[in-house]
């Protein structure tokens, strides 16, 4: 399995402890080089920056610069990743964001986000999806109270 990451989900998986799931989850994970700079500049956290100093095997960049119009209100990092995932007909594409989720379905993109990699880790059982969505909170990643309960393990009673 192929997949083309935007900045968030990296970024997310990194800051919850969990990056060493996408190995697990996929075989081949390929960011444009657009969003190894993002998530490598100065603006970056620290933590990200660390684990970029020395990118692990699995991850490979590619450059890339695409241009379509239709994608001019999406960040670089959004629109290289989807124009990417379309080049390589990537089996899935990691994005967070609405406008970027949006524009990859409408080109029938196969996506899922931070939170939908956590829970196939969880459902494999590579993590402890409680703790991993703890420490999402703690960062600023943005999720609507309403999603991040679907996610939260029930408690048997």
Known sequence: MIAVSDTSPLNYLVLTHCIHILPALIDRVVVPQVVFDELSSTAAPEEIRHWL???????????????????????????????????????????????????????????????????RAASQGLIDLSAALDLLTQTNFRVSPRLLQQFKPRNPA
């Open 53 to 119: 100093a020395n990118p692990p095997g699995w991850i490979e960049v590619q450059a890339f610069e695409g241009t379509d119009p239709l994608l001019k209100h999406l960040d670089p990092g959004e629109r290289d990743a989807i124009l990417l995932a379309e080049s390589l007909n990537a089996d899935l594409i990691l994005l967070d964001e609405n406008r970027g989720r949006e524009a990859a379905r409408q080109r029938n993109l196969k996506m899922t986000g931070t939170l939908g990699l956590l829970n």
